[in-house]
């Protein structure tokens, strides 16, 4: 069976000489929840904006279920980005827009590039976009913009965007930082449901340990650019904790 993800010596060197990854190595199956651990600076943002391709790796490749993201050029591009969803830290929705809207807006690569952006989409659209909001409990919102809209209900739709996607990779950079704690467990449980039940593979840079040990299968640790500690989240322990977070010899 075709991994979900398999990334390769990936590394990424920026032009100011900053070595945010180095050598990544990494095969992720499509019923795992990866927490991603690491101190500021370790390199977790990075990794999943390569991932996802929102920016340009120094060296190594990205295959998200069996595409190569990092060869693609063009509407292959468009197409590869396509299948990845992205949940940000600060939400990234247009602010006039309502939720529909919003959400609507992740269905723009599946149509020509003037059909999106004369913004016709078709009723399947508009269906996928409705039950994804419902999904994530905001079936009542769909007409309200996203900037009437709370810290953690503008969340959730920005979780609706990415489930509308139809990923084949669901990808969070703490997704949870900007909630208050039972919010940050209602968007953790919304994005390991929908890996659960869609055969989609799940990566979260997550803060709170205590979230890496609830939600995720797996956890991998970032330090300084390299993976330091790979495992089932029952075996962080306090020790592995240490070498993720603690200075590398
Ligand atoms: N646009 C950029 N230009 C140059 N250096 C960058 C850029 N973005 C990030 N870096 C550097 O790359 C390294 C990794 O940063 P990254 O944002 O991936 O860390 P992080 O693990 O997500 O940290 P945090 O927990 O603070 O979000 C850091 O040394 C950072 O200073
Ligand atoms: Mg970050």
């Not at 205590?210 to 299968?217: G, K, L, M, P, V």
Request: charged share 25%; glycine share 8%.
């Amino acid at each position: 069976m075709t991994d979900a993800l398999r990334i390769a010596r990936l590394s990424k060197r920026w032009p100011n000489g900053t070595t945010a990854l180095s050598d990544i190595d990494l095969t992720v199956g499509g019923d795992e929840f990866v927490a991603i651990l690491g101190g500021s600076g370790a390199g977790k943002s990075t990794l999943l904006r390569c991932v996802a391709r929102l920016i340009e790796p120094s060296a190594g490749s990205v295959v998200v279920d069996g595409v190569d993201v990092t060869a693609a050029k063009g509407r292959a591009l468009t197409k590869a980005r396509s299948r990845v969803g992205f949940v940000f830290q600060q939400f990234n929705l247009v602010p006039k827009y309502t939720a529909l809207e919003n959400v609507l807006l992740a269905r723009v690569s599946r149509h020509s590039y003037w059909r999106g952006l004369l913004g016709r989409f078709t009723d399947e659209d508009r269906l996928a976009a409705r039950s994804a909001l419902e999904r994530v409990g905001l079936g009542d919102k769909l007409d309200a913009p996203a900037r009437e809209l709370s810290g953690g209900q503008q969340q959730r739709v920005a979780v609706a965007r990415a489930f509308a996607q139809e990923p084949r990779l669901l990808l969070a950079d703490e997704p949870t930082a900007s909630l208050d704690p039972r919010l940050a467990e209602v968007v953790l449980d919304l994005l390991r449901d929908y890996g659960r039940a869609n055969h989609v593979a799940v990566l979260v840079n997550v803060h709170a340990i205590e979230h890496a040990r609830n939600f995720a299968t797996r956890v991998v640790g970032l330090q300084k650019g390299a993976v330091v500690f790979d495992g089932p989240a029952s075996s962080l322990d306090d020790a592995a904790v240490e070498r993720i977070y603690g200075e590398r010899k």
